[in-house]
């Protein structure tokens, strides 16, 4: 049955009153986006588009573009039902600076009533954490006010035909105008926000005719929180609190809950959400292109009303402008470019300032004024001005101003762009700029006399040296580590050196790979067996790990090998705790990542020079590997000659084949290469001779570890000290820091350093007539002691002694040791990188005859040593057997570079140049010793000691020693 209209009048009336109480206990229905919609409104806390002017001013700090957002809503109420529908439209330009503001229309229309809205923003940043670093977090917090405009009206048009338009309610008019206003403020620090609303402030009454009961918005107080999560979804919870003054209001605290996601590189976006009264979902697209252009849809479920009755559904379009271009000036003065040049000035001497201004705004700008000023008593004193005539976007101008001090004393000068000078210390402001904060720069002056030093005086003037000998020795590496009993532990003191150099030449070598191969001793530890090997290698992996080196780089191996194996079969009784700890040890080889081999050339007839065309093939092949030993400085290219059994001098010759061929590969090789091609030879098994070339990474392992450079039986008159006597050194600005050093006639680097340090120099201090690394004294040269002293400001001072003289009654004696270790019991050398540095030695004692003379004599004796393991019989057996393999390859080293024929061209070249080459073997008699300066005394060190494994290790060996006798 058909309504009357006096029944629809009064239905309308009811569903409007029904709409009008939802808008006053929840207001935020009115203005509510699709997007703040689908979280069920939790949308305060977060509130980044221009929506936010409803749901939080405050946030319109976070707007990155101008905006303009609109929305409609339709609300289902059920059949025959007038419809209901709601929009909004907002509007934010994106503003340089702290200022933000927005404006805002909103309506509500229902057949007989109608609802408007119009909001105007405006806020401001109140404060914002400057950021130290890139991975500081962002801070800030922002304040804004709304301002609202509140119209209602009636549509008679659509009253009943029978509506008494005398009816007391409407004697006021159909329409009626009010206003309020909210405040609002946005913290976000990270990825965490805050928001803070407080809503009709002013409680505004839209009844008709004013005063109803009802008829107020009522004053709320909204709390919203969100966080980002890893930039990916954003949860949120937001709550509304009425704190209205009007009794007849009894809404309670609301809630609502929300999260949104946006994915496809923030295209698209998801949410959903739940309210005291709804259920909510959402949709979002954008285009994130120049102009972001976008679509949100929300729908809102009721909780407690049937579905098909109170679901509403939102709409919402976006566009977001072209991102601005910022037009305004902004003048930097560079902290770091500020600098007064002297530092240091006396009083009437001008000093000079330097500065660069630039313009980091986006307008030019014309007659900049510049100004530099001091601050005395509390004032600014201006000195200098100038004006910059024209300064465009992004240039930077040097400007050069001038001081000319009064009074000596310390002065803080500040240069200040877009600073007339009135004001100062305050900057005069002449022309608009974005920042101000940034337009000072200050640098420091001094105005004082120059630092003055006294006299320099030495007790001794001459030092008498009756004999002079000096020393290098190498100090050897030990490629191994060594364990107690059952152990797997590591002993710092004894093996931390030798672990630390490896782990550095690993980390500069990035393709070399280090194995590691542990072993136990059978005798004593074969429960563990395997095990224990095992577990030796990985600690020594985990060592270089914890010093820097990459994992990759470190190969347990782990099959291949037998971990039980002895260094020696037949033991004597005597040396049978000696050989159980050479067995429990993990041995350290170094080999190439990739392949290492470049070719093998097989020799025809017996010849000594390569004729075939197929050592093409090593140009090609080599050139293959230039990349990585470019990346891999310690690796070496080995030309191996091997002999056939058929040779005449089967090792001789094998030298010069690989000799030959190593010449040739130098034509090929680029300069910063050809110092690493190293030749050895050995006795074939093979009918045909042949010369194998390979890379390798031994240097890793066995290169020394360094040498020393030591003086023996030195021979003084009178040696004691010589005391150096320093007068006052007068300054009146801070002295920062003082040398004492003995310098050397001729010579730019120190002699010796005695004492250095902060502040003002000792009145004496003492030299023992020894230079750095422990050398005497040149006999031709004169020696000072200098005094350098440097103010705060960088002016120096120096003053000299009168000359130290040093005289020397007889000859010098210069004596050099060369090292190569070899393995246990063998007359064979633990690395081929060792033996090839043979003919390096050879090099070495060539270039020492030419540059020397006829006036010196030059003895080299090749002699090998052995540890105490064995008879002595046997060790003195082996220890010539080794010299006399190393004193031939010194002879064909010489042989090679001196491009001699025969023995006997080479023995003519030594009588002519008075060189003598011996070898001799002394067993175990001399376990190795180096010597060392320290706290200016000579100290002997026993690396050889023969109670340890690696000391053992180091004795088997072959020195080379040179001695030159100066006449």
């Given at each position: 049955?058909?309504?009357?209209?006096?029944?629809k009048?009064?239905?309308?009336?009811?569903?409007?009153?029904?709409?009008?109480?939802?808008?006053?206990?929840?207001?935020?229905?009115?203005?509510?986006?699709?997007?703040?919609?689908?979280?069920?409104?939790?949308?305060?806390?977060?509130?980044?588009?221009?929506?936010?002017?409803?749901?939080?001013?405050?946030?319109?700090?976070?707007?990155?573009?101008?905006?303009?957002?609109?929305?409609?809503?339709?609300?289902?109420?059920?059949?025959?039902?007038?419809?209901?529908?709601?929009?909004?439209?907002?509007?934010?330009?994106?503003?340089?600076?702290?200022?933000f503001?927005?404006?805002?229309?909103?309506?509500?229309?229902?057949?007989?009533?109608?609802?408007?809205?119009?909001?105007?923003?405006?806020?401001?940043?109140?404060?914002?954490?400057?950021?130290?670093?890139?991975?500081?977090?962002?801070?800030?917090?922002?304040?804004?006010?709304?301002?609202?405009?509140?119209?209602?009206?009636?549509?008679?048009?659509?009253?009943?035909?029978?509506?008494?338009?005398?009816?007391?309610?409407?004697?006021?008019?159909?329409?009626?105008?009010?206003?309020?206003?909210?405040?609002?403020?946005?913290?976000?620090?990270?990825?965490?926000?805050?928001g803070?609303?407080?809503?009709?402030?002013?409680?505004?009454?839209?009844?008709?005719?004013?005063?109803?009961?009802?008829?107020?918005?009522?004053?709320t107080?909204?709390?919203?929180?969100?966080?980002?999560?890893?930039?990916?979804?954003?949860?949120?919870?937001?709550?509304?609190?009425?704190?209205?003054?009007?009794?007849?209001?009894?809404?309670?605290?609301?809630?609502?809950?929300?999260?949104?996601?946006?994915?496809?590189?923030?295209?698209?976006?998801?949410?959903?959400?739940?309210?005291?009264?709804?259920?909510?979902?959402?949709?979002?697209?954008?285009?994130?292109?120049s102009?972001?252009?976008?679509?949100?849809?929300?729908?809102?479920?009721p909780?407690?009303?049937?579905?098909?009755?109170?679901?509403?559904?939102?709409?919402?379009?976006?566009?977001?402008?072209?991102?601005?271009?910022?037009?305004?000036?902004?003048?930097?003065?560079?902290?770091?470019?500020?600098?007064?040049?002297?530092?240091?000035?006396?009083?009437?001497?001008?000093?000079?300032?330097?500065?660069?201004?630039?313009?980091?705004?986006?307008?030019?700008?014309?007659?900049?004024p510049?100004?530099?000023?001091?601050?005395?008593?509390?004032?600014?004193?201006?000195?200098?001005?100038?004006?910059?005539?024209?300064?465009?976007?992004?240039?930077?101008?040097?400007?050069?101003?001038?001081?000319?001090?009064?009074?000596?004393?310390?002065?803080?000068?500040?240069?200040?762009?877009?600073?007339?000078?009135?004001?100062?210390?305050?900057?005069?402001?002449?022309?608009?700029?974005?920042?101000?904060?940034?337009n000072?720069?200050?640098?420091?002056?001094?105005?004082?006399?120059?630092?003055?030093?006294?006299?320099?005086?030495?007790?001794?003037n001459?030092?008498?040296?009756?004999?002079?000998?000096?020393?290098?020795?190498?100090i050897?590496?030990?490629?191994?580590?060594?364990?107690?009993?059952?152990?797997?532990?590591?002993?710092?003191?004894?093996f931390?050196?030798?672990?630390?150099?490896?782990?550095?030449?690993?980390?500069?070598?990035?393709?070399?790979?280090l194995?590691?191969?542990?072993?136990?001793?059978?005798?004593?530890?074969?429960?563990?067996?395997?095990?224990?090997?095992?577990?030796?290698?990985?600690?020594?992996?985990?060592?270089?790990?914890?010093?820097?080196?990459?994992?990759?780089?470190?190969?347990?191996?782990?099959?291949?090998?037998?971990?039980?194996?002895?260094?020696?079969?037949?033991?004597?009784?005597?040396?049978?705790?000696?050989?159980?700890?050479?067995?429990?040890?993990?041995?350290?080889?170094?080999?190439?990542?990739?392949?290492?081999?470049?070719?093998?050339?097989?020799?025809?007839?017996?010849?000594?020079?390569?004729?075939?065309?197929?050592?093409?093939?090593?140009?090609?092949?080599?050139k293959?590997?230039?990349?990585?030993?470019?990346?891999?400085?310690?690796?070496?290219?080995?030309?191996?000659?091997?002999?056939?059994?058929?040779?005449?001098?089967?090792?001789?010759?094998?030298?010069?084949?690989?000799?030959?061929?190593?010449?040739?590969?130098?034509?090929?090789?680029?300069?910063?290469?050809?110092?690493?091609?190293l030749?050895?030879?050995?006795?074939?098994?093979?009918?045909?001779?042949?010369?194998?070339a390979?890379?390798?990474?031994?240097?890793?392992?066995?290169?020394?570890?360094?040498?020393?450079?030591?003086?023996?039986?030195?021979?003084?008159t009178?040696?004691?000290?010589?005391e150096?006597?320093?007068?006052?050194?007068?300054?009146?600005?801070?002295?920062?820091?003082?040398?004492?050093?003995?310098?050397?006639?001729?010579?730019?680097?120190?002699?010796?350093?005695?004492?250095?340090?902060?502040?003002?120099?000792?009145?004496?201090?003492?030299?023992?007539?020894?230079?750095?690394?422990?050398?005497?004294?040149?006999?031709?040269?004169?020696?000072?002691?200098?005094?350098?002293?440097?103010?705060?400001?960088?002016?120096?001072?120096?003053?000299?002694?009168?000359?130290?003289?040093?005289?020397?009654d007889?000859?010098?004696?210069?004596?050099?040791?060369?090292?190569?270790?070899?393995?246990f019991?063998?007359?064979?050398?633990?690395?081929?990188?060792?033996?090839?540095?043979?003919?390096?030695?050879?090099?070495?004692?060539?270039?020492?005859?030419?540059?020397?003379?006829?006036?010196?004599?030059?003895?080299?004796?090749?002699?090998?040593?052995?540890?105490?393991?064995?008879?002595?019989?046997?060790?003195?057996?082996?220890?010539?057997?080794?010299?006399?393999?190393?004193?031939?390859?010194?002879?064909?080293?010489?042989?090679?570079?001196?491009?001699?024929?025969?023995?006997?061209?080479?023995q003519?070249?030594?009588?002519?140049?008075?060189?003598?080459?011996?070898?001799?073997?002394?067993?175990?008699?001399?376990?190795?010793?180096?010597?060392?300066?320290?706290?200016?005394?000579?100290?002997?060190?026993?690396?050889?000691?023969?109670?340890?494994?690696?000391?053992?290790?180091?004795?088997r060996?072959?020195?080379?020693?040179?001695?030159t006798?100066?006449?």
């Open positions: 049955m058909p309504l009357s209209s006096h029944k009048l009064l239905f309308s009336i009811c569903v409007f009153f029904i709409v009008v109480s939802c808008l006053t206990a929840q207001e935020f229905l009115v203005q509510q986006s699709a997007r703040s919609s689908g979280m069920a409104g939790a949308y305060s806390g977060i509130g980044d588009d221009a929506n936010a002017i409803s749901a939080n001013s405050a946030g319109l700090i976070r707007l990155s573009r101008t905006q303009l957002v609109g929305s409609y809503t339709r609300y289902y109420t059920g059949a025959n039902i007038p419809s209901m529908n709601e929009g909004s439209l907002f509007f934010s330009p994106y503003t340089w600076g702290k200022m503001y927005g404006v805002g229309v909103s309506y509500f229309t229902h057949e007989i009533f109608g609802q408007q809205k119009a909001t105007l923003s405006f806020g401001t940043e109140l404060w914002r954490l400057k950021r130290k670093s890139a991975k500081s977090l962002n801070a800030r917090i922002a304040a804004a006010m709304n301002g609202n405009l509140y119209r209602v009206e009636y549509n008679i048009n659509n009253f009943s035909e029978d509506f008494d338009h005398n009816d007391p309610l409407f004697q006021n008019g159909y329409s009626k105008i009010a206003y309020s206003a909210d405040l609002n403020v946005l913290g976000e620090i990270g990825p965490f926000s805050i803070l609303g407080a809503y009709n402030i002013l409680e505004p009454d839209i009844s008709i005719r004013g005063g109803a009961e009802g008829g107020t918005y009522p004053r107080v909204r709390v919203g929180l969100s966080y980002n999560f890893m930039n990916y979804v954003t949860p949120a919870v937001e709550i509304e609190i009425p704190v209205t003054s009007n009794e007849t209001i009894s809404d309670e605290m609301t809630y609502s809950f929300g999260a949104e996601s946006w994915l496809v590189k923030r295209m698209i976006g998801v949410r959903a959400g739940l309210s005291s009264d709804f259920i909510t979902a959402g949709l979002s697209l954008r285009t994130r292109g102009w972001d252009i976008g679509i949100d849809y929300a729908v809102q479920m909780l407690e009303a049937p579905m098909e009755i109170g679901q509403n559904h939102k709409v919402s379009f976006e566009i977001g402008m072209k991102q601005p271009i910022r037009i305004i000036t902004d003048f930097i003065v560079d902290e770091n470019s500020v600098e007064t040049i002297p530092r240091l000035v006396s009083v009437g001497d001008e000093a000079t300032v330097y500065a660069t201004v630039s313009n980091i705004g986006d307008m030019d700008a014309k007659n900049i510049v100004c530099m000023y001091y601050i005395e008593d509390g004032k600014g004193r201006v000195v200098d001005k100038v004006v910059i005539d024209k300064l465009d976007i992004g240039e930077s101008k040097q400007v050069m101003l001038h001081f000319l001090p009064e009074t000596r004393q310390y002065y803080d000068l500040f240069v200040a762009a877009n600073d007339l000078g009135g004001k100062v210390p305050s900057l005069q402001k002449k022309i608009l700029e974005y920042d101000y904060d940034n000072t720069g200050t640098s420091r002056l001094a105005c004082f006399n120059p630092p003055e030093t006294g006299t320099i005086r030495t007790s001794k001459e030092l008498i040296i009756s004999t002079v000998s000096k020393v290098r020795e190498e050897p590496m030990i490629p191994a580590v060594h364990f107690l009993h059952n152990s797997d532990n590591i002993s710092a003191s004894r931390g050196p030798t672990l630390d150099i490896i782990a550095a030449r690993l980390k500069k070598n990035p393709d070399v790979r194995e590691l191969r542990g072993y136990y001793n059978s005798e004593t530890e074969w429960e563990l067996g395997d095990d224990i090997a095992l577990s030796r290698a990985n600690a020594v992996r985990e060592e270089l790990i914890t010093r820097g080196v990459d994992s990759k780089q470190l190969i347990v191996v782990k099959e291949g090998y037998d971990k039980s194996s002895e260094r020696i079969t037949k033991v004597t009784e005597k040396d049978r705790v000696l050989i159980q700890e050479e067995n429990r040890v993990v041995e350290l080889g170094a080999s190439l990542q990739g392949p290492e081999k470049i070719g093998t050339y097989y020799y025809e007839d017996f010849g000594l020079l390569p004729e075939r065309d197929d050592r093409i093939d090593f140009k090609a092949n080599l293959k590997m230039y990349s990585v030993l470019l990346d891999n400085p310690q690796l070496h290219v080995i030309f191996h000659g091997y002999s056939a059994e058929s040779d005449r001098d089967s090792r001789r010759y094998a030298y010069i084949r690989a000799a030959n061929f190593r010449d040739i590969s130098l034509e090929w090789a680029p300069d910063w290469l050809r110092n690493r091609f030749v050895v030879s050995s006795d074939g098994d093979e009918e045909t001779p042949r010369v194998e390979y890379v390798s990474a031994d240097a890793i392992v066995f290169r020394p570890r360094g040498s020393t450079l030591s003086g023996e039986t030195l021979e003084f009178d040696l004691g000290t010589t150096i006597t320093i007068d006052t050194v007068v300054s009146e600005t801070k002295i920062d820091s003082f040398a004492v050093v003995i310098r050397e006639e001729g010579s730019e680097t120190p002699f010796t350093v005695l004492e250095t340090g902060k502040g003002m120099p000792p009145k004496m201090v003492e030299w023992n007539w020894f230079g750095t690394r422990g050398e005497a004294p040149d006999p031709d040269k004169n020696y000072f002691a200098e005094v350098f002293v440097s103010d705060e400001y960088g002016q120096t001072v120096t003053a000299l002694s009168d000359p130290v003289t040093v005289k020397v007889e000859q010098e004696e210069r004596k050099e040791l060369f090292l190569i270790n070899f393995n019991g063998k007359s064979n050398a633990t690395s081929e990188y060792l033996e090839a540095r043979v003919e390096n030695l050879a090099q070495n004692l060539i270039e020492r005859v030419k540059y020397l003379g006829p006036n010196a004599r030059i003895k080299a004796i090749v002699v090998g040593h052995t540890d105490i393991v064995g008879t002595d019989e046997a060790n003195r057996e082996l220890a010539l057997e080794r010299a006399q393999k190393e004193y031939e390859n010194l002879k064909s080293g010489l042989m090679t570079r001196l491009d001699l024929n025969s023995s006997e061209e080479l003519d070249w030594m009588i002519e140049h008075r060189v003598e080459i011996s070898y001799e073997g002394r067993s175990s008699e001399e376990p190795m010793v180096i010597s060392r300066f320290e706290e200016g005394y000579w100290l002997k060190e026993l690396i050889g000691d023969n109670r340890r494994p690696e000391g053992r290790l180091v004795n060996r072959v020195v080379l020693e040179i001695l006798i100066t006449e």
